[in-house]
């Protein structure tokens, strides 16, 4: 059982031509659906009440000013926005709180947010790295706010999750474990780099490939996992972690996505009663974008 949560906002933040964190992302995971016949649920936004216990409100607030009325504008080189932006925003933080939501309440036991902007470079204090909210975090402090305890997030994207990972040094009981290629951007998340109980950095060099990447999983993060006895499981399902992603040299394929997924669904199934929100973060090969997607949703599935 599984519920997919997406939202027509996500389609009109622009983030200029050639830029890798296009529209087009989505629009090829709609088409994916539409496809495959899977349905959707169009997401409600999030609260600021919500996005707040992740972001200061002074943040927030300034985030929202400097957002554009015409045209396109940016808070970094790498990290534009458009009239649509803030719109977007609100939708993908809302999409992960709305499947955190229908999860505890057993409407589903599984979901995944096709949503942009993507959220996991994004800091408390910061966005960055195309991130304007982390809306996974957002996501798993509303599971909390609902009454669950622990969270783990598990994050594949390529790129080391800054901003997960600076959330989970301030909030108690949610576990950041990411695997990333390193050095790459964002530069952090080394090999000393960790939070016994609280974060778990798994730096892997430039053409992995996925034996090792495997290797990394069933020796690190599945023990870490199972230690820790999650309440709620989170995935940052970013896919740029594929050998075709212009943006890094991590090798997988989507074999290792379905994998991975379905590894992750074992331990849910074990500790916390098969419970999982996957939310979209990174790739930006639209073709291996769609077929990783496939491959993780009916793994989810
Ligand atoms: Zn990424």
Known sequence: MIAIYTHPSGLHHDTGTAHPESPARLQTLLDLFAEKNWPTIIAREANTEWIA????IRHIDALQDAMPDSGLSSIDADTITSPGTWDASLHAAGAACQAVEDVIAGKTKRAFCAMRPPGHHAEPLRANGFCFFNNVFVGALHAQALGLKKIAIVDFDVHHCNGTDAMARLHENVYCISSHQWPLFPGTGGPDDQVPGRVLNLPLPAGTGSQKFRETYETKVFPALEDFKPDLL???AGFDAHRDDPLAQMELVEDDFEW???ELVKIADRHCGGRIVSVLEGG????ALKHSVESHIKALS
């Open 53 to 56: 216990r992740a972001h200061p």
């Open 234 to 236: 989170m995935i940052s």
């Open 260 to 262: 991975v997924t379905t």
């Open 284 to 287: 930006y090969n639209l073709d």
